[in-house]
Each structure stands twice: as C-alpha cells, then as structure tokens.
C-alpha cells in the first residue's frame, strides 16, 4: 500500500522526484571524497576513534596539548553513532561521515511526510527539494558533525508535535512519545539548545494562534521518558569526572552567550556583531532565500495573506524555521550551522509560499527555474570537490602532508613534532601511515630535538617567529604542504 502510494506520488510529480534523486546522487557520490577537516570535523571524526578504540561508551575523549583528555563540548550520541559506523566498515572519511549521510536522509523522509500529510504530495517533493538543495543543509550533510544529527532529532520531534494534534485517538500517544524521544537524542546530541529551540518554536506559534489546546499530548509519561533517556549518562559521566556538569551547563550553555573568553576547553569562540546570526541565515539558506523573498514581495504587491490562505500550520513552519536564529540573536558567539535545526521548517515554509502564490498568479514559477535553482549548490560543491579535492585537502587536512612525509622520510619511524598546534586531523591520520608516529608532550617546545634522532617539526611558516632564538637558528626547512611546512634541526639540541 505504502509502495503504490509513492509511486503514485512519483508519476504525479516526476520531475521534481528526479530532481531530488539527482541531489541525493551528487551527495553521495562526493561526501567521502575529501579527507576530514579541521578543526571541526576533525575533532569529531577523532573522538568517535578514540572511543571506538577504547570501547568506552561513556566518556569522548580527545587529545588536547599531548594529554587524552576528556571532550565535555559535546554529549555522545552523535559519537556513539559515528564509532558504530567504525566498527562495521573501518576507519576512515566516509564512514566518518555516514551517520551524517543517513541523518540528513531521514530528516528529507520527515519534511516530505509532513508536508503529505497536512498539505499535499506536490508542497511535499518541493519542501524535500529546496531542504535538499539549500546551502548549509547540502554540505553539513557530507561533513562529520553533530548538527546533522541533531538537526535529524529536532526535525522529527517538530513534526511529531502538529501530527500528535491531528492524529486520530489512538495515534496521538504514540506521535506524542515519539516528540519527547526526539527531542531526548537532540539533547544527548548537543546538550539543552534542542528542547530551548522547541520552546521557543512551539510557545510562539501557541501564543499567536490563539492558546489552542494542547493538552492531549502524553505531557507527564513523555517528560519522564525524556529524563529517563537523558538524566542516566549526565550522572554517569560526572561521577567518571567531576566537575563536567559545571563546565557543560555553566560555561557551554551560559557563559559562551554571554562572554568572549568563557573558558571554552578545545578552541576559540567566535566573536561577531549582535544580530550577525540573520545575515549567516541569509547566506546559508541559497539559493531558496531570493525565493523566499520574492513570495514575500509578490504576497506584499498582491494583498495575498499566506497567514489565511495556509493556515496555523504554515505559521508554524515559518517559526519554527526561524527560531534558531531568534534564539542565538543577542549571541556573539555563534556560527552558521546552528542554523541547521531549522531548515526543515524553513523549506516547507518556502514550498508552500511558491505554491500558494503561484496557484493565486497569471504568470506562475517556471518549474524549470525551481529544478536548476535545486541543482546549483549540488552541481557546483560536487564537482569543486572532485575535481580541486587534492587542493583543498592541503588547506584543511594534514593528510597530504602525511602522505608525503611517508613517501619522502621512509627511512624507518618519522616522529612527528607540533610545536605550537596539533590538529585534531593528525590524530585522526597517524595510525594511517606506519612509518610516522605523533610526538605528543604538554610543552613541545621546551623537548624539541631532546628525545629522538628522527624528528620533523611542523609548524607554519609564520610561527617561526615564536620559538626560542637557537632553535630558530637550528631549523632546515625541507619541504612544504598547503599551510603547513616541514623542518628539520641541523644541529642538536641540549
């Protein structure tokens, strides 16, 4: 029954399905095809190898200054995920990256069943195309990071809510559970920003629509299934080691909204203008926000009320699109992928507006325009990603260079020394190649050339500068990779 419906849905709507089959395609022919990035994806991709190696399940952990050390940034589903993707297929880019792959999957499944199931089948390819298709969604979902999985959570927890409220008796329970389920993995996902983002989303729509009744929703089983999912791990891991309670809560959650300097433990907060957030949701949402914006417009120019004529559910979208950038808005420590989250709104909200107003106009959107609009961002990050992978691998990733240390330095172990800065991506590769092996120490500097016969510095050019003034007469430069640069001390050091 399942299968003929769809394929219904397929010959009413051929060509934006093959649209989308040509998105998916692009996707997953290029995800694995670049090594892993730093600093983000690397450090990902490394903690769920350090517990894929450990086999502790509880703990992430990530070598910060030589010393494995506990990683509080985040919780540990996504990695959980990630090093079951290791146990079965191996180590390496694209397995990395498969929870990523099978996450943005089911968030395109949820868009396009509720877009079926509160509009129509045609509102439902679009939304699952312009979601697919959108800028930040189509290159985070070949990436090894935690906002895909995240964003998979919250996508069919706000689905789950509206279809709770218009399910038949006995299936608002279980649309109702599935809610507080969700919303349960985005916590242990990413911590508290998911159930903030559902307040904000689901308060805001309760209180312009006029207070409906929400009360058939399973509020007091749901709560508790919430807090028996989440509440276990977080007392587990803060008997393993104290003091991650304060740190995650405190100055994850608070401080990082507050301050520059917040104490953020495996890296640099990133400072812009209050309000910075509605520009990187500009951007990131090509090419679907010229479209956006000209529905708005032509709404505008026509009187049309998309309030009237798509009803609560639209307004729903529409907020629910949007809240994570009302939610980080006074935040000057924000990036775009926080965005993430709300992009299946978004795309619905888009869809619908296309189609309400191109049903109301003499002149309708050329599907043509909406199929190569789809294609842009695909075609143009695939075959940038094929075609320049060797570039760009030198200027996010130390793999190039490993691979050339190993071809050129084969003459048994190569050491290799960070003096300044190892890069998450240098855990993540060493095991890779047998002739090298990372020199790790709390203070590199002070060992460089004390320990080993065999040792290559890698530091940038530029860093050069901030060694002590013998060592910087000591160094011979051997050779260079993207970013990177190679020496070696011509002279030994006591």
């Keep these: 029954m399942l299968f003929r419906r769809f394929l219904e849905s397929y010959r ?35 903690v769920a190898k350090q517990m894929y190696e450990s086999h502790d399940w509880v703990t992430p952990r990530l070598y910060i200054q030589g010393e494995l050390v506990p990683y509080w940034g985040k919780p540990p589903f996504h990695f959980w995920l990630t090093s079951t993707s290791f146990e079965f297929f191996g180590v390496s880019e694209w397995t990395s990256r498969l929870p990523s792959i099978i996450a943005g999957l089911i968030m395109l499944f949820g868009i396009y069943v509720f877009s079926a199931r509160i509009w129509n089948r045609k ?55 599935c809610f507080f389920i969700c919303f349960a993995v985005a916590t242990l996902t ?70 520059h300097n917040y104490g953020d433990k495996y890296g640099s907060g990133h400072m812009y203008p209050r309000g910075t957030i509605w520009a990187m949701l500009i951007v990131m949402y090509l090419p679907w926000t010229i479209f956006l914006v000209q529905a708005g417009v032509r709404a505008w120019k026509n009187r049309h009320s998309l309030e009237i004529k798509s009803g609560a559910w639209f307004n729903y979208a529409c907020i629910w699109g949007i809240a994570p950038a009302i939610f980080f808005t006074l ?30 106009q003499e002149r309708p959107l050329k599907k043509s325009a909406i199929y190569a609009a789809a294609l842009i961002i695909p075609v143009f990050v695939s075959i940038g990603t094929l075609s320049l992978g060797n570039y760009v691998d030198e200027n996010i ?36 190649f047998k002739s090298l092996s990372v020199y790790r120490s709390n203070n590199p500097i002070q060992q460089m050339g004390s320990t080993h016969n065999q040792e290559l510095f890698i530091l940038r050019p530029k860093q050069i500068k901030n060694l002590p003034l013998p060592i910087q007469r000591s160094l011979k430069l051997l050779e260079t990779n993207g970013d990177w640069a190679v020496y070696s001390l011509s002279v030994p050091q006591s």
């Design 12 to 46: 009413q709507n051929r060509g934006m399905a093959w649209t989308l089959f040509s998105i998916i395609l692009f996707r997953l022919i290029s995800f694995g095809w670049l090594a892993v990035a730093d600093p983000t994806e690397s450090r990902y991709a490394e």
């Design 331 to 360: 935040s000057r420590q924000v990036l775009g992928t926080y965005l993430l989250p709300g992009f299946g709104g978004l795309a619905i909200a888009t869809a619908v507006a296309i189609c309400k107003l191109s049903e109301s």
């Design 397 to 432: 990733s130390v793999k190039p260079l490993f691979a050339q240390l190993e071809a050129n330095h084969n003459a048994g172990n190569q050491v290799i020394v960070f003096p300044f800065y190892e890069p998450a991506s240098a855990d993540f590769y060493e095991s890779g």
């Design 123 to 177: 509102i439902a390819w679009l939304s699952t195309i312009i979601l697919a298709s959108s800028g930040l969604f189509f290159v985070l979902w070949g990436a090894s990071v935690v906002d895909v999985t995240l964003s998979a959570a919250v996508t069919f927890g706000m689905i789950s809510f509206p279809l709770a409220l218009k399910a038949r008796e006995q299936q608002k329970k279980l649309w109702g559970i």
């Design 190 to 259: 990413k911590g508290l920003v998911a159930p903030a983002i559902a307040i904000v989303s689901i308060g805001t729509w309760w209180l312009l629509n006029g207070r409906p009744s929400i009360r058939q929703l399973p509020w007091f089983s749901g709560v508790l299934l919430y807090l028996l999912i989440t509440i276990p791990w977080f007392i587990f891991e803060e008997k393993r080691t104290p003091g991650f309670l304060r740190y995650f809560i405190v100055n994850e959650h608070l401080l990082r909204f507050l301050v």
